[in-house]
């Protein structure tokens, strides 16, 4: 019997200036689906793991079935048999894109169940459907790096206008994830809907200037680029700890941090590995300090994205 297996990586959205706009994909964690034949018309979920039984098993109600039913829509064929696994392979709320990775997983195991009849770019729609599904957002900035992999601008979530990015060599992400839960419903909502002048000509100033160096494989000007004016001062006070990690980051060589997503995890982009892996393990020692349990790592950008196992 045929059957497909792939993986989608987590992300970072926002990238400190880029809110809805900027993400890049990491190594791991990430979500795995399997799909197979099934026996009945339409997806049917027959496995969920790793989710502590908080995930819905109707198809309607999944991220990962949701987007993957859009899909078929699209095509003609929503009542083509399809059994569904989804194996989770990171906590859920933890500023990782886990709904993303689960959308977007199911989208690509569905689209190359059938030999890839859409392109990843063409399949990008549905996948921001099915995150819209778990937390009300339109918006790809975690979506399209755990699909097509890199650093990714999104010029409009409204067209799904999206650029790839250039990735400076060297790049390494330090992750930091405290055990604490933040939905991104909760911290979406504490954000003020008004910006200052002087902060909106500062932050287009940085964003621009993100990009910029970028382009130039710039780290002095990466480095001044990232402060965001905006969304982390807002969001830092549901995030035990978060300016003493900053402090310890960045007097630790890292060229920026910030907060991933909607939080809890925080990243720190630096310029080698030996420097993202000090960061990693002072930041565990704090934390651990003070009472707070937290998974650390250090990854590359992934520049692949989703990709099928088998």
């Keep these: 019997m045929k059957e497909v297996k792939v993986f989608a990586p987590a992300s970072v959205a926002n990238l400190a200036v880029g809110y809805d706009i900027l993400g ?4 791991s964690p990430g979500d795995e689906v399997v799909v197979r034949e099934g026996s009945v018309p339409g997806i049917t979920i027959s496995k969920i793991t790793g989710d502590k039984g908080l995930l819905p098993t109707d198809p309607i109600k999944n991220t990962a079935s949701f987007a993957a039913l ?3 829509k699209h095509l003609g064929k929503e009542d083509l048999p399809i059994e569904m696994e989804i194996h989770k392979k990171m906590a859920m709320g933890t500023g990782l894109g886990s709904s993303a990775a689960s959308s977007v997983a199911g989208v690509y195991a569905v689209n190359a169940y ?10 990008l729609k549905f996948s921001v459907e099915g995150e819209q599904k778990a937390d009300g957002a339109y918006h790809a900035d975690n979506v399209a790096p755990s699909l097509l992999g890199g650093i990714i601008l999104i010029r409009s979530n409204t067209d ?3 650029i790839q990015l250039p990735i400076p060599k060297g790049l390494y992400i330090a992750m930091i994830y405290p055990h604490i839960e933040i939905l991104t419903s909760e ?6 809907d008004k910006v200052g002048l002087d902060d909106f000509i ?8 993100f990009v910029a160096s970028l382009y130039n494989a710039d780290l002095d000007l990466m480095s001044r680029s990232l402060n965001d004016l905006v969304i982390e001062p807002q969001r830092a006070k549901l995030i035990p700890e978060f300016y003493a990690l900053k402090e310890i980051a960045l007097f630790n060589q ?5 907060i991933s997503g909607a939080g809890p995890s925080m ?9 993202a892996n000090t960061i990693v393990a002072k930041s565990k020692q704090h934390l651990n300090n003070t009472g707070i349990d937290a998974d650390c790592f250090v990854s590359k950008i992934n520049t692949e994205g989703a990709v099928q196992l088998y």
């Design 202 to 209: 500062g932050q287009t100033g940085n964003i621009a200037a």
């Design 267 to 275: 990243f720190a982009l630096c310029k080698d590995e030996a420097i």
């Design 254 to 258: 890292a060229i920026g941090f910030s």
């Design 114 to 123: 059938l030999g890839h009849p859409l392109t990843k770019a063409q399949i």
């Design 70 to 72: 859009q899909l078929l």
């Design 187 to 192: 911290s979406r909502s504490i954000l003020s």
């Design 160 to 162: 799904l206008d999206i």
């Design 24 to 27: 890049l994909a990491l190594d």
